[in-house]
């Protein structure tokens, strides 16, 4: 499979404008079979009310971005995970909504919110979920689910190949941990990530970009700058991530003390 990063500057409330540039860049590169996009990436990421978040919120897949969505990945035939602001009822949840050939297929709702996202979001009640995605096993995980090991693991013992995994960072560490959930799940795994900041109510975020890809035994296949809004392409032969064994005698997953961890 080809698998497509885009990596950009969304502007803060500006959806029309952020769904532009990416309609822009997936119909650019028209080989990509899937793609992975940033966290919030069609509202921006700082919020100073849950009116303001509820404002900016949409229904899936009812809204005019599920729309546009579906419309896209409809022409090019591929798909789609998008970080959105999804609205169910009086709760807003930090989602990636998954898109496939036109159709929907369902949202994944942070489960780790981080930082002042819990004042104004509800997390994710559902175990993280695995989806059927252009032949492939494709588990889905938003940017602070990285730092708890649980969230990967969870997900590749539901078969994922790899772990798409939407993001708006700001702290230094999780390119490299991401090398290790792959090794540690010999799953195939890409980060998107966001670059730039947003200076909301007295406060600043600078998002720290370096996209990336990975592969099962946790080579770094490719990476994009810290400030540079591109495309990251990359090429996984996810059948790869099926085969568990460490050595001849060791399974990744057979080998585990379940019994004795606590």
Request: hydrophobic content about 40%; overall charge negative.
């Amino acid at each position: 499979m080809k698998i497509g990063v885009y990596q950009f500057y969304p502007e803060w409330g500006q959806k029309e404008q952020n769904l532009l540039k990416i309609r822009e860049a997936i119909y650019f590169h028209k080989n990509v079979d899937l793609w992975v996009l940033p966290e919030l990436c069609t509202t921006g990421y700082q919020f100073t009310s849950k009116a303001e978040l509820t404002a900016l919120a949409e229904e899936f897949p009812d809204g005019e971005t599920a729309h546009e969505i579906m419309q896209m990945t409809a022409d090019l035939q591929n798909a789609l995970i998008i970080g959105v602001a999804e609205k169910a009822g009086s709760d807003v949840f930090n989602s990636a909504a998954v898109f496939e050939k036109g159709n929907f297929l369902g949202t994944y709702r942070k489960i780790h919110l981080f930082y002042k996202e819990k004042n104004y979001f509800t997390p994710g009640e559902e175990i993280p979920r695995v989806f059927d995605i252009m032949g492939a096993r494709v588990g889905v995980m938003i940017c602070f689910d990285w730092i708890f090991p649980e969230t990967a693991r969870t997900l590749a013992l539901q078969g994922a190949e790899l772990l798409a995994h939407s993001a708006n960072l700001v702290l230094p560490y999780c390119q490299q941990a991401m090398i290790t959930r792959s090794i540690e799940n010999r799953c195939f795994t890409v980060t998107a990530n966001r670059i730039g900041s947003e200076e909301r109510d007295g406060e600043k975020l600078v998002f720290t970009g370096m996209s990336q890809a990975t592969d099962y035994t946790g080579v770094r296949l490719a990476q994009l700058k810290e400030d540079e809004e591109k495309v990251l392409i990359a090429d996984m032969d996810l059948a790869l991530a099926n085969n568990k064994n460490i050595t001849t005698m060791n399974h990744l997953f057979e080998d585990r003390r379940i019994n004795l961890y606590k």
